[in-house]
């Protein structure tokens, strides 16, 4: 299938391009995001933030704030009723800080006014006594005897250590570098934004922009010292996530200050704050080496990968064992030694980004492959098929692929696509610094890069990943209506479309609400990892399954026949040959079919602590890119001309929400590799706004092509396999490539800066 054939169409079931229920809404400007929250009886929430990466309170004085009119609350660690510890995986992120600040931004204390800006000057007269302590920001130093300590147990969060095979090999071809990876942010649109409501049962109802209601709520909890019966939480528009969201923002903040004034709390973050409200995509240095034969072919690779966690530990710990288990990329390689570190320090705090772990390590393998080719005089393209992964092979963990893996078919059609034109040095517009007017052609050089990642999809390591759904069908004003509530996270991905086509598909209804996400219903897990299509589409399947097979067996008996010889279609129940038997009105009268199902998917295990091997992920998914760039290699200007792409998708539930999401990773991983950095110094984050923290706009990104491939996975719902991370992981490296073959430069670091071009 082809972006061409991708097309709308009205049924709106498996395999077709449904209309989103909330795309016009979007579009108009009409859709309630989480910052439109109001209620006419709300104050206002604000944060006051450290200053400092690393510091001890020696005392904190709020009298002064008091004083102002108009403020109804200002809150220190010292009003946590419960546990003053929130985080995903460790509880180690204070609700406030306490006693000490690790980072700059670290959260200190909380105001609640009738008015944001009367609650920001008051949050101003805060005085806090900092005694200012040595930070640690390089996390090269962070394992070092005489490093600072930025935890009292230390700075290691995880080490993966990985090895397979000839414990001491050796090839006659050796290729190695050392890479560097920029600190990215999730750049989503959607400021942080919440809304807690007081109820009258003494606890507290709190709408929010989040990826994973449950375990919000688990947190929240804990640090109100509340049971989760009295701390409800529904699912508030979100404008863009991409694993920002997956750890707490507003949440606590808000419920503590509801409580506090019995009175509605709203808190939205402005764009600066956003910053340094939420995690960021670990920053890395990395070391490489490849041996190979002659002919390229891999006999063994060793890395080394270094993550700055920052300071507290949020999801590192899974994203080391990402770009530990996953490192080395979609190849096939008899021995290894991998060594992936995430360590702590007073930088800010890093955590889940698109492509979680794999995006890092992917800049690192796939330059080396192409050092690789060239050492061995072969194409970039044939050495990655020569090596590429195939269905019934081992990765490095020794885990076997059950699964198609056309590592060498996605390759070859991204190779086998046409090339764009010459650019039309008449028009300036086609150049690198376009209207700038700073070439005319001379000194721009073309280049064309490849690169190809394979990505886990689901939680993995043994981690319990499960979905609930409950589906109802009944009849209304004459018409088969089917309801699904989950508490999954639409974060903008298309979620609710798929759901209601999995619905439509299942039960044969065309009208299907799906309800507000919350967690009055079990756990979705994470809209994270690919996931959600997976395991909530599972779901969501096997409920419709129990809700049609209880409405079968209810039609069999009023009508004397075996519940295998009927089928529902739409409103009516129909036999084997079609014929119409009943309404379903006349089966169910005015009563409604419930059935709520815990879905998992076939479970993984924890890796072997010493040689990381096991069966660590439930699915792979595949991708490849090829980038086309003109550089100014004088003054260090790059244009994207084409960023292609063959991605592997096990099955197109909703054609044209799969390109788009293909889309959308593709400019992401372009922006790391030519522009996105959250720039710090010294603990300090240098460019926390849109003016300074530079983004793709419509005119950076290319014309894509898109091949989308439709091998099923057979131990998967309808074949799926997870889609919007390998596009993020594979374009950058691509575009890196290009830019490399261009210049004819190393550039062994991202992102790449017109100095590292010119040499300047």
Not at 200 to 220: C, F, K, N, P, S
Not at 235 to 253: C, I, K, Y
Not at 365 to 370: R, S
Request: proline share 7%.
């Amino acid at each position: 299938m082809t972006t061409t054939e991708a097309t709308a169409r009205q049924t709106g079931r498996i395999g077709e391009s449904a209309q989103r229920p909330d795309g016009t809404l979007k579009v108009t400007g009409e859709y309630a995001y989480a910052s439109d929250l109001w209620h006419d009886d709300m104050v206002w929430g604000v944060t006051l933030r450290s200053p400092h990466p690393s510091a001890r309170i020696r005392r904190i004085d709020v009298a002064e704030a008091l004083t102002v009119p108009g403020v109804t609350a200002v809150l220190t660690a010292d009003d946590v009723p419960g546990e003053n510890a929130y985080g995903l995986e460790h509880a180690d992120s204070p609700v406030l800080a306490a006693d000490v600040v690790r980072y700059v931004g670290e959260p200190v204390a909380l105001v609640a006014a009738d008015h944001p800006e009367t609650a920001r000057r008051a949050a101003a007269r805060i005085r806090v006594d900092y005694e200012v302590l040595p930070a640690l920001t390089d996390p090269r130093r962070a394992l070092d005897d005489d490093a600072p300590r930025v935890h009292p147990g230390g700075n290691l969060v995880r080490h993966q250590r990985l090895r397979r095979g000839d414990p001491d090999p050796t090839a006659p071809v050796v290729v190695s570098l050392d890479f560097c990876v920029g600190m990215q942010d999730q750049a989503f649109l959607g400021p942080e934004s919440g809304l807690a409501v007081p109820a009258e049962d003494g606890g507290v109802d709190l709408y929010v922009a989040t990826q994973w209601l449950h375990i919000d709520q688990r947190q929240v909890c804990l640090a109100l010292g509340m049971p989760p019966e009295k701390v409800r939480l529904t699912l508030a528009g979100v404008g863009g996530a991409f694993g920002g969201r997956e750890d707490l923002s507003v949440h606590v903040h808000a419920c503590l200050l509801a409580l506090r004034t019995g009175r509605p709390v709203k808190m939205s973050y402005g764009r600066e704050e956003s910053f340094y409200g939420h995690v960021h995509r670990h920053p890395a240095t990395m070391t490489y080496e490849f041996g190979a034969e002659r002919d390229g072919t891999l006999v063994y690779a060793r890395a080394h990968v270094l993550l700055d966690g920052g300071a507290y530990a949020s999801s590192t710990a899974a994203v080391v064992g990402n770009a530990g288990l996953l490192g080395l990329g979609p190849y096939r390689i008899p021995s290894v030694a991998v060594d992936a570190y995430g360590v702590f320090t007073n930088n800010p705090p890093c955590g889940a980004m698109r492509g979680f772990g794999c995006v890092q390590a992917a800049f690192a393998h796939e330059a080396l492959m192409d050092e690789l080719a060239d050492a061995v005089g072969v194409d970039p393209v044939e050495i990655r098929r020569r090596n590429g992964l195939r269905e019934g092979e081992r990765t490095i963990t020794g885990q076997a692929v059950d699964s198609p893996a056309p590592v060498a078919e996605l390759l070859q059609r991204v190779a086998d696509l046409p090339l764009p034109p010459p650019a039309d040095t008449a028009d300036i517009r086609s150049l690198p610094g376009a209207v700038g007017n700073t070439t005319h052609g001379e000194g721009v050089r073309r280049g064309v890069g490849y690169a190809v990642t394979m990505k886990n999809v689901g939680f993995s390591e043994g981690f319990d990943d499960y979905s609930t759904a409950r589906v109802r069908l009944q009849v209304t004003g004459g018409e088969a209506v089917a309801s699904v509530h989950t508490a999954a996270a639409e974060v903008g991905q298309g979620l609710v479309t798929v759901q209601q086509q999995i619905a439509r598909t299942e039960l044969g209804v065309e009208r299907v609400v799906v309800v507000p996400a919350d967690t009055t219903v079990g756990s979705a897990g994470s809209t994270s990892a690919s996931r959600q299509t997976y395991v909530t589409g599972g779901a969501v399947q096997a409920a419709c399954g129990a809700v049609r097979t209880a409405v079968l067996q209810r039609a069999a008996v009023a009508l004397g026949l075996s519940p295998a010889a009927l089928r529902l279609d739409g409103d009516k129940v129909v036999g084997s040959s079609g014929e119409v038997l009943a309404d379903l009105a006349e089966v169910l009268g005015g009563d409604a079919v419930e059935e709520t199902v815990e879905w998992r998917h076939r479970p993984t295990h924890a890796v072997d602590p010493e040689t990381g091997q096991g069966d660590a992920h439930v699915q792979f998914a595949f991708s490849a890119h090829r980038a086309v760039v003109d550089v100014d290699v004088e003054l260090g200007l790059v244009k994207v001309v084409a960023l292609d792409t063959a991605q592997d998708v096990g099955k197109a539930i909703n054609p044209d929400a799969v390109v788009g999401q293909i889309h959308g990773g593709s400019a992401q991983g372009m922006g790391l590799a030519l522009m996105e950095e959250v720039v710090v110094t010294d603990g300090h984050v240098r460019n926390p706004s849109f003016t300074d923290y530079l983004l793709p706009t419509v005119l950076d990104v290319p014309p894509m092509r898109v091949e989308v491939l439709e091998y099923a996975d057979p131990h998967a719902p309808y074949g799926v396999r997870g889609v919007g991370e390998p596009p993020t992981i594979s374009s950058g490296p691509a575009v890196a490539a290009a830019v490399r073959a261009a210049t004819g430069r190393p550039l062994r670091r991202v992102p790449i800066r017109p100095e590292h071009i010119t040499g300047t």
